[in-house]
């Protein structure tokens, strides 16, 4: 059976570690960022790979168990600049103006209009009928727009269904994941928020 994947990202990352992520390059090779992310079992339909978004706003990096975020390398997909990822994060207003379109399904599931979405499509087929992937969402906006219309949302969808879900259940996004604005240390799925605003 064919699926269909639509991971898309509307996200900045950003790390305070001592070991800083590694940005190796930036591409809006769709085949190259699917290729990255693909294991064995794993058929894509080449033809189907579309990727949606500015130079420099989807990259690939190395370093990630060193630099904290858990997934040792991958792909990247931002709202402005990949290389802003590498850190150490040392300004709450970090930012590139991409100045390119939102998507209309993160903006369903946010509830406020997007802009500078990263959009990455393909169909595959799955030898063994299972998929598992490992995300990490980041956002420049923590911690002073948690509760704002800035809310950054992240979302995977597999056959129009949305897999990336907090742990409550709710969307991945700025409202629905962290410690609240200014940082308490309450807000929903507050254990799944890794705190790394400068100003906190």
């Known amino acids: 059976m064919t699926k269909s994947i ?3 990202a509307i996200l900045t990352l950003t790390t305070a570690s001592a070991q800083a992520l ?7 090779d769709g085949a190259a960022l699917v290729d990255q992310i693909t294991g064995s079992g794993i058929t894509v339909d080449a033809g189907s790979i579309n990727y949606q978004g500015s130079a420099n706003q989807s990259g690939f990096f190395s370093d990630g168990i ?14 402005g600049s990949a290389f802003d990822a590498q850190g150490p994060n040392t300004s709450d207003s970090k930012t590139v103006n991409v100045s390119s379109p939102g998507d209309s399904d993160l903006t369903a599931l946010s509830g406020f209009n997007t802009n500078d979405a990263a959009v990455l499509e393909f169909d595959f087929v799955s030898d063994g009928g299972d998929l598992f992937f490992n995300f990490v969402f980041a956002s420049e906006e923590y911690n002073e727009y948690v509760n704002s219309s800035f809310n950054d949302v992240f979302a995977f969808f597999v056959d129009g269904v949305n897999v990336a879900i907090a742990p409550d259940g709710q969307e991945v996004a700025i409202n629905t994941v ?14 799944s928020y890794n705190n790394n605003d400068v100003s906190d």
């Open 178 to 191: 962290n410690c609240g604005n200014p940082f308490s240390s309450v807000g929903p799925n507050c254990d």
């Open 6 to 8: 639509l991971a898309a």
């Open 66 to 79: 060193a630099s904290g975020i858990g997934i040792e390398s991958g792909i990247l997909l931002t709202t």
């Open 22 to 28: 590694v940005v190796d390059s930036t591409t809006t």
